[in-house]
C-alpha cells in the first residue's frame, strides 16, 4: 500500500487498494476450497446458474463500477477536495469503485453513487489554488457611484486576507428597484476563504458607515385614492 501511495495520487491508491482486497479475497476463498477437497468445477458451475440471475440485479453496481473508472480516468477531483454535487457540498473521504464518500461541514458522511456524479454537474470548489467571493452589495440611489467603487477598492487593500493579485472585481451592476446594485469580488487562497468571508462583511458596514454610504432597504410606496363617496379607498403599490 505504501509503495502504491508513492508511485500514484490518492484516488488511484484507493482504487488499487480495493481492487487488490477484492482479488486476493477471491483467489484466498478458492485456494482454501481445493485445499478442502472440494470440486471447484462443480461449484463455478453452480454460480455461473446463480450470477445469470444476480447479473439482472447487479446492474446498478456495474454502471457504478464503469462511472468509477471514467472518474479515474478524468480526475475531476481527488481526496481532499471540497466538491459540491447538486445540493450536496463536502470534502472527499474516499473514491471507491461504486460511490464517493463525502464528508459534509456538518461531519454528516453522505455516500453518492459514482453513476449520479457521472450524469450530475459537479463542482470542485478547492482545485485552484486562490478563490473569488462574489458579493452583491446594494447602496441607495443618493450614494456616489465612483465613491462607492472606491471604497469597496480601500476595503479590499486593507482586509489582510485579500490577494493584490489578480485585483478584486469590481462592477457598478445595474439599477435595482430601491438601490444602486454593484458586484464585489476580491480574491483570495482557498485555505482563507472563509476567514475572509467573514471579515470583508464587517469591513464593508464599518467602512460604508464612516463613508456615510447608506446600505438601502426595501421601500414600497402606498398612494391612496378616492373614488367617490361612496366608494371606498384603493391602495396601489
Request: glycine letters at 6%; proline letters at 5%; charged letters at 20%.
Amino acid at each position: 500500500s505504501s509503495v502504491v501511495k508513492r508511485n500514484a495520487n490518492d484516488h488511484a491508491a484507493l482504487l488499487i487498494k480495493k481492487l487488490i482486497i477484492y482479488t486476493g479475497s477471491v483467489v484466498l476463498v478458492a485456494t482454501i476450497l481445493v485445499e478442502l477437497g472440494f470440486n471447484l468445477s462443480a461449484i463455478l458451475g453452480a454460480a455461473g446458474i446463480v450470477s445469470v440471475a444476480v447479473g439482472f440485479a447487479a446492474q446498478t453496481s456495474l454502471s457504478n463500477i464503469i462511472s468509477g473508472v471514467f472518474l479515474y480516468w478524468e480526475k475531476p477531483f481527488q481526496v481532499g477536495d471540497v466538491i459540491r454535487i447538486g445540493t450536496t457540498t463536502g470534502t472527499v473521504i474516499s473514491i471507491d469503485l461504486l460511490s464517493v464518500k463525502l464528508r459534509s461541514f456538518e461531519n454528516q458522511m453522505i455516500r453518492i453513487p459514482n453513476e449520479t456524479i457521472i450524469k450530475s454537474e459537479s463542482t470542485t470548489v478547492t482545485r485552484f489554488p486562490i478563490r473569488r467571493l462574489t458579493l452583491p452589495i446594494s447602496v441607495s440611489y443618493g450614494s456616489d457611484v465612483q465613491q462607492v467603487m472606491d471604497a469597496l477598492k480601500e476595503i479590499a487593500d486593507q482586509n489582510p486576507h485579500c490577494l493584490d493579485e489578480p485585483e478584486p472585481l469590481i462592477v457598478f451592476d445595474k439599477f435595482g428597484e430601491s438601490s444602486l446594485d454593484f458586484i464585489f469580488g476580491p480574491w483570495v487562497e482557498k485555505s482563507e476563504f472563509l476567514a475572509l468571508k467573514n471579515s470583508i462583511m464587517r469591513d464593508i458596514k464599518t467602512h460604508f458607515d464612516a463613508k456615510g454610504i447608506e446600505i438601502p432597504f426595501p421601500q414600497r410606496v402606498l398612494h391612496i385614492q378616492s373614488q367617490g363617496n361612496d366608494a371606498p379607498p384603493t391602495t396601489r403599490i
